[in-house]
């Protein structure tokens, strides 16, 4: 298996199309990630070739990619696991015009331009450039031709048991339902050009911009900037400049613009947009409308996208120009799948109603197996309602028979489009010298969707204070990435319990919500535990705290 680890540039698909041409399986991990769970996926994976570039910008902020993958590859020989290649795209510098020199006393590749340190630690032994490897190959390689069931990639996403699973999903089926989905669900056209502002390191990437859109060889665009660097009309001067015709965004990158000017979109010719979809998370009526009206001036369907990694492709969804319109709603079901709605008993529900959303049947692009893991591939998805496919999300189908998804019914949470577990963050926060006790339960917000809110014990000794919170987010941005950095910290002398010791979730997410109808408390150990923390002291996760919340 080979990974990536690279920003949003065309390497990335070339190097994920070699792969699949010779028959080998990748596995791209999200750039966003910290060398700590790089390092994670790499050891599940047994991974001894990755391809990284020496860094990129995100926003005006160079991140060094290099050595972030350094700190990986030491992570990984403590474990036993020794790399044998790490070819380098040359990008940072390129970016930056500049030319690099080999500095022979401490075999790094040193150069400062416009006050950025573009230095690129290097390791002869394992480190090889690519464009220096490009040079030695022919041009022309035969594929090799494989079993509609052979693996072409694992992709890995967040378990609510804290360890990663590694999504492995095959040729033919997964090929096939790309295609046609994104054929009919964006209603392509050859000639149209796509444009997807989501990480080739997430599957709607790999689907929606690699795979299902150069099946139909349509043209798309990467972009591998943030919605509002320059500016915030840097995603409408795209559009405007190169004819977009689809634009597949996620609510999160919505609800960021439309908090600023409309005249960041208006001053932009947006005529060449014809479909609007968005993907990662339901989306909210206000934010489907400023789409629609603004974004779109009125004329465009929003395609609000329902899917997974697990599941391949496309799982719910409007078709542009034939399905009737609901502001969030999910609609219908993509072509081959069989969705219903059980009750917590895996009852099923008939007609108008709400419970826990399941797949009756299979389709092509599900996802075959967890790599390494088949057993936690069944208790995750078939255990809970035997005979379904679980999707971990609530539903609601209403009178017209269209589909709601209404979030998460387990431990994890969709931060901006990236799906977290709280078993993670606790898992990092406890790792931190103060901390007691931990509990991390999701928060609404109104630009993330949903964010972490952290409720802290810590250990006699320390004092709750800025310092103490700042620390803590080090060690999450550390270990799992910035993407995860919790909004709240909340300061607890103890958690509510239950006399059999599992910590009450559903309270913390009442108090965290400063919601104070907390239905039946006689389950608790003590009671008064929930009204202290009503009172005691929580931070925003910013430079500044904020104000006590008092009863």
Known sequence: MVAMYMPMIPELVVAMFACARIGA???????????????????????????????VFRGAKLIHLKNIVDRTIEICKEKKLHLTAVIVVEHQMN????????SQENDTHKNTVNGYDIDVSWNPEINFWWHEEMTKVNDVCEPVWVDAEHTL???????????????????????IYGALSFKYVFDYFPGDVFFCTGDIGWLTGHTYIVYGSLLNTATCILYEGVPTHPDAGRYWEIVEKYGVTHFYTAPTAIRTLMRYDDAYVTKFDRSSLRVLASVGEPINRDAWMWYHKVVGEGRCPIVDTYWQTETGGHLLTPIPFCTPLKPGCAALPCFGVE????????NEIKGPGKGNLVIKRPWPAIMRTIYRDHQRFESTYFTKFPGYYCTGDGGMRDEDGFFWVTGRVDDMLNVSGHLLSTTDV????M??????????????????????????????????????VQELTQKVEHQIGSFARPEYFHHAAALPKTRSGKTVRRILRKIAANDRDLGD??????????????????????????RVEKA
Do not use: Q, W
Request: net charge neutral; glycine share 10%.
């Open 339 to 346: 969705p219903a709605i059980v009750d917590d008993d895996g």
């Open 431 to 468: 790792g931190h010298k103060s901390v007691a006790e931990i509990a991390v339960v999701r928060h609404p917000h109104p630009v993330k969707g949903e964010c972490l809110y952290c409720f802290v014990v810590l250990k006699d000794g320390y004092k709750f204070d800025e310092r103490i």
């Open 95 to 102: 970016l930056l015009s500049t030319k690099r020199a080999l």
């Open 426 to 429: 606790e898992a990092s926060l």
């Open 521 to 546: 408390l006689s389950t608790l150990t003590e009671e008064a535990v929930v009204y202290d923390l009503f009172n005691s002291k929580k931070y925003l996760n910013r430079k500044v705290p904020l």
């Open 25 to 55: 399986t990748h596995s791209v991990v999200f750039g966003g990630y910290s060398s700590e769970s790089l390092a994670d996926r790499l050891l599940d994976g047994n991974i001894k070739v990755l391809v990284t570039a020496d860094g």
């Open 153 to 175: 990639f694992t992709l890995y996403t967040s378990g609510s048991t804290g360890k990663p699973k590694g999504c492995v999903h095959t040729t033919g089926g997964y090929m």
